[in-house]
């Protein structure tokens, strides 16, 4: 079996395999990203992929090419592993977008992953995101490869017993699990060269707080009391801050206290502009109140209720009462972290 | 031992078919020893009618001509160019040669949680209510098997196919495929009735399931003898095959070819054929039954040859129409196309019957 197996692979009949490989790779669908609109492009009337003989077809089964359009997270990095492994032998991957050659615009992102590290990258198309006839090109160069290449596997092949008998039903388990005590803070200090931060702390630093620090470049925390809160709002305002860009509430039961971001920035004021203030303030999770700003700043005020629908943190001040954006049966407060997910009910015999 | 080769030599050159343009050709051949044996067995008409025309070799090439036909149609309506680069000079003619050579070198994945042997012999079974039908379907002296009762054996050869289908599905034991087969089964039942309606009611027209009495009938095309037959017949043929819109059993974009989701390498190619064959079979039969069969202008020096090529031309055409048709339409979901099918597409094929019944006793 193996020797016909490799007869198949690479023996006498490698040049109609090489032949009929190189005119018909198939991509299958498998659109991640941003990328994928170009894709779509190259493959619709203009470009037109197919005169090539690459179709873009169903499934991972039947198909021997992936392109991988752009970003790839940490999500659809496992997606991508499993659908090449899924597709049979001889299997070729092109990345296309700087995303996927080296992260592109999220080039920092903690939840990026390289193709090149999930699966074996025949060919980079490098672009932001790459033309339509540059994507037409890596797949002509991968045909090129193919024609001069060495007819082989893309995988090596190990020997799996047969299983016999039955196999045991399995239910899926849940792999929902709340984690323990995470270590979460918001002001770490970071040296940085920033001239107009440090004189704008010490601004900061003649009102009431507890704490300010910069955090990194043009971001700067301020730590306050809850019933200082408004007070210093109010003065960020005065100094020319006129929006709040997002709330933000984070849930820590292990000290047993809700951190309520906000982060305050503006549009008018040009030095300012870049620069955003993390004020927050840390509340109790038994007797979740925390002022509200909306009065101050009117932008705050969906975010707040939004805060309100996921945490149950209750802003004095805001009229709001009630679902926001969650439907009316949704379970109370969704996000706090001892929220028990109900277990799913599979029906089985 | 020669004398059973005399025998059978014998046997096959009683039945030879006659072709005046090549028969100096084959005078010469047949004087080689070995040769000859072959000649005479490709010239025997049984054998001819099965392996070259309009049997195996035939349904070879329509394969590749309609995968490529298709492909290149639907890409001149979308504004495109099609397959193309592979073969410049031929239009990428070779471009479904290329695909099926791909499948065939590809491995050939058996999941888990397949039942292995079903799952392996169900494509290669599946050949046989398909490939079976041609050995009935004559082209004029040209047959395989000759029976009265061809039509009516076709039919019946043509309904067991969505059983192996399903049988596909059930084997592939995966949620895709089995979505797939209910939907296979759904839809069986809602062109199946109507169709065999539609092929009874030409049976009743003609007076007989004899495809040589059929094509002596008709004077001028079935077609306009019982049209409404023939749209019943030409609409079940598109969702017997899962033409496009009634693509439901397999809908890549929903459930991703649903029973032949699981398959890889060569059997994916074998069952991606499967609607394929069956369209050539059905569209003989639809040939036979309203297009006149082989009848058409006779060249003397063809001979024997004119019913196959006519038989094979035509039913080409009329699968060609139906190729437009696949890439014009979007889909119907199912509940519309059972709908139809048990409402007034099922009315449509009794009148037909009352029409072939009425039409019957006047010729
Ligand atoms: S390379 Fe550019 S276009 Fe492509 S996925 Fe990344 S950001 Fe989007």
């Not at chain 1, 849940?174 to 920033?194: F, Q, T, Y």
Request: proline share 6%.
């Amino acid at each position: 079996m193996d020797d016909f197996t490799k007869f198949i692979h690479s023996g006498k009949l490698a040049p109609l395999k090489k032949w009929g490989t190189k005119w018909s790779l198939w991509p299958v669908h498998l659109v991640t990203a941003c990328c994928g609109a170009e894709l779509a492009h190259a493959f619709a009337s203009g470009y037109d992929g197919e005169r090539i003989g690459a179709l873009n077809y169903g499934i991972a089964r039947q198909t021997n090419f992936i392109i991988v359009e752009g970003a790839i997270t940490r999500k659809m990095a496992r997606v991508l592993r499993i659908t090449w492994e899924q597709m049979p032998d001889p299997k070729f991957v092109i990345v296309m977008g700087a995303c996927g050659l080296n992260g592109g615009i999220f080039w920092n992102g903690y939840n990026l992953v390289k193709p090149s590290e999930v699966v074996p990258v025949e060919f980079f198309i490098p672009g932001c995101p790459p033309t339509p006839e540059a994507l037409l090109r890596g797949i002509r160069q991968l045909q090129k490869k193919l024609e001069t290449g060495e007819a082989e596997s893309s995988v090596d092949f190990y020997d799996l017993r047969l299983q016999k008998g039955k196999i045991p039903k399995m239910l899926p388990k849940s792999p929902k699990r709340i984690s323990e005590n995470p270590l979460i803070i918001v002001n770490r200090a970071k040296e940085v060269d920033w001239a107009f931060g440090k004189e704008l702390c010490e601004k900061l630093k003649a009102l009431k707080l507890e704490s300010v620090v910069i955090t990194a470049k043009n971001r700067i925390a301020v730590k306050v009391s809850e019933s200082n809160l408004k007070e210093t709002a109010i003065e960020l305002k005065k100094l020319g801050f006129d929006h709040v860009k997002s709330v933000n509430v984070i849930d820590v039961p292990a000290e047993n206290k809700f951190i309520v971001e906000y982060h305050i920035s503006s549009y008018s004021n040009k030095d300012l502009m870049p620069v955003i203030v993390n004020l927050f303030t840390e509340i109790p999770r038994k007797e979740a109140k925390v002022s509200s700003l909306a009065d101050i700043f009117p932008s705050a005020d969906y975010m707040e209720r939004e805060m309100h629908d996921f945490f149950g943190v209750e802003f004095k001040g805001n009229p709001w009462k009630g679902k926001f954006l969650l439907a009316p049966d949704t379970p109370e407060f969704p996000l706090r972290k001892d929220f028990k997910l109900q277990e799913e009910i599979y029906v089985g015999d | 031992m020669i004398a059973m080769f005399d025998l059978v030599m014998q046997i096959l050159k009683s039945n030879q078919i006659e072709i005046p343009l090549i028969q100096p050709v084959v005078d010469s051949l047949i004087e080689i020893p070995v040769l000859n044996a072959l000649v005479a067995l490709i010239l025997w008409r049984p054998f001819f009618a099965v392996v070259v025309m309009p049997g195996l070799l035939v349904l070879m090439i329509y394969l590749l001509y309609i995968i490529w036909f298709e492909r290149k149609l639907t890409a001149r309506i979308q504004w495109r160019v099609g397959p193309l680069e592979i073969a410049r000079p031929l239009r990428g003619a070779i471009q479904a040669l290329a695909d099926g050579l791909r499948y065939f070198f590809q491995e050939a994945i058996v999941h888990k949680e397949a039942h292995r042997p079903y799952f392996i012999q169900l494509p290669i079974l599946a050949f046989i209510p398909v490939l079976l039908p041609i050995a009935f379907i004559p082209a004029g002296n040209v047959v395989g098997i000759k029976t009265p009762y061809a039509i009516q054996l076709i039919v019946a050869f043509i309904s067991l196919i969505p059983i192996t289908i399903v049988a596909i599905g059930w084997a592939s034991n995966s949620r895709f495929a089995f979505v797939g087969s209910v939907r296979e089964a759904l839809m069986y039942v809602a062109y199946e009735i109507p169709f065999i309606i539609a092929v009874i009611s030409m049976i009743f027209l003609y007076g007989s399931g004899d495809p040589y009495v059929v094509i002596e009938k008709q004077w001028i095309p079935g077609a306009f003898l019982n049209p409404l037959a023939f749209l019943v017949f030409l609409i079940a043929m598109l969702m017997a095959t899962s033409r496009l819109p009634f693509e439901i059993p397999e809908a890549d974009q929903e459930i991703a070819f649903g029973p032949f989701v699981e398959y890889s390498g060569i059997l994916f190619g074998l069952v991606m054929v499967l609607a394929y064959e069956k369209l050539y079979v059905m569209a003989l039969l639809f040939t036979i039954l309203f297009l006149g069969g082989w009848s058409g202008p006779q060249i003397a020096l063809l001979g024997d040859l004119n019913a196959p090529i006519w038989l094979v031309i035509k039913t080409l055409v009329a699968i060609s129409i139906i190729a437009i048709v696949r890439s014009m339409y979007a889909r119907y979901r199912i509940d519309q196309a059972l709908r139809m099918g048990f409402s007034w597409f099922l009315a449509l094929s009794v009148l037909a019957l009352v029409i072939g019944a009425f039409i019957g006793m006047v010729i």
